[in-house]
């Protein structure tokens, strides 16, 4: 109690005066972060080791970072959150700068919300609660099993229930979406997410979106999947098997589903390829890319959404684009087909515990649907901001 006491007066010594809030610029490197504030480059960087190296590497632009600086205005402390997870927390000691990697202390709420949709789900929850990231995994979650275009009536209602992470009073990483309801024509159609980590329909069917809308995010579809087409650098006619996402070079390409990387090398034509195996019998390729992402090879399993390679030319490409395909049982298939591919269906034991999970998840959407919730956000405690802790002596 004491000791949390000490932490709190010093942290609010500290965030009153001295600490400085930003927010990580777009395309800035951690070095040439370090240099613009004169920081020493070979014990914060070269003298690191390789992981360490690569850890500093995964810092993302308009991440919130924190200064904290001395009554003479000198750096004592910065930190500069990398992953989920974790930190890079870099400190003053005995004169020198020194480097460490710190876990991310964050806090996690539930939270929920209802509303009544006049327009479409996503512009809806955009107006209602600001965040496009919200609109976002809603409209994701349903996207392959249901179709809001057509079904959609004004005067349906849809309610989430979900995890938001906090750092320091800021909203932190993504949303982490726990259940939803959304009705069409007033029929309720639900999505829960299991003890497994993997979302179900009400039936205990897996739900899951298999494909990401777009492995390429905000990228533009240059070219169609079709068995036949005038292809511009050989004048011939030749099948498009994949789609086409022209984006600038470097962007970052994402693995469109989870799965099992099983080539990423270099392939001819393909320039530099990536080959993810999920399940089922599925497989998406990755063609043209500049590079791989550090730590990306064969056998190495990725996440759904996780960053994998970047956008570039290699190979017979006519400028930088994604070159993406999906394959079933080694065919190519028209990847925009695809709406659901269902994995599993919860049978026995599981199908009981999920029974339980969902019943919870019911009352509290349709308790949220009956009161029309309103979307809130409580601002945490400030008791995280002992994040920047003295170090031990
Ligand atoms: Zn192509």
Redesign the pocket.
């Known amino acids: 109690m004491i000791r949390f006491f000490i932490l709190l007066l010093f942290s609010i010594a500290l965030f009153s005066s001295e600490v400085e809030n930003f927010r990580w610029l777009k395309d800035e490197t951690y070095l040439v972060f370090l240099e613009k504030h004169n920081l020493p480059t070979k014990e914060l960087y070269y003298n690191l080791d390789k992981d360490d190296q690569r850890l500093t590497e995964e810092v993302r632009s308009g991440v919130h970072a924190q200064i904290l600086r001395s009554s003479k205005n000198e750096i004592e402390q910065i930190l500069i959150p990398l992953t989920d997870e974790l930190q890079v927390h870099i400190f003053k000691k005995n004169g020198s700068y020194e480097f460490e990697a710190l876990p991310i202390i964050s806090e996690t709420k539930t939270e929920a919300f209802s509303l009544t949709i006049d327009n479409s789900p996503y512009y809806d929850i955009v107006k209602k609660t600001g965040s496009k990231k919200l609109a976002q995994i809603f409209v994701s979650s349903f996207k392959n099993s249901l179709n809001f275009k057509v079904d959609l009536r004004s005067g349906d209602k849809m309610a989430m229930i979900y995890e938001q992470k906090y750092r320091l009073g800021d909203i932190f990483s993504m949303p982490e979406l726990k259940a939803a309801m959304i009705e069409l024509r007033g029929k309720k159609h639900y999505i829960y997410l299991n003890n497994d980590e993997r979302y179900y329909d009400e039936n205990g069917h897996e739900v899951e979106g298999f494909l990401l809308a777009s492995p390429v995010r905000g990228a533009r579809i240059s ?1 169609y999947f079709t068995k036949s087409r005038f292809h511009p650098i050989l004048h011939k006619w030749k099948a ?1 098997l ?3 996402y022209a984006a600038r070079r470097g962007t970052p390409v994402q693995a469109a589903g989870s799965g099992t990387i099983v080539y990423a090398s270099n392939a001819g034509s393909y320039g530099n390829l990536i080959k993810i195996r999920h399940a089922d019998g599925y497989e998406t390729r990755y ?2 890319l500049k590079s791989f992402r550090n730590g990306i090879r064969k056998g190495k399993s990725v996440k759904k959404g996780q960053a994998i390679a970047y956008v570039g030319t290699t190979g017979r ?1 006519t400028g930088p ?1 994604l ?2 395909e999906l394959r079933k049982q080694g065919r190519a298939i028209n990847p925009l087909r695809v709406v659901q591919v269902t994995t599993k269906k919860l049978k026995g034991k599981e199908k009981e515990a999920f029974n339980k999970l969902k019943e919870n998840y019911d009352q509290s959407i349709s308790l949220h649907v009956e009161n029309n919730t309103l979307f809130e956000r409580t601002k945490p405690l400030e008791s995280v901001c002992y994040l920047i802790l003295p170090k031990k002596v």
Do not use: L, N
């Open positions: 070219s498009h994949g789609i086409d063609a043209h490409s684009h070159h993406f």
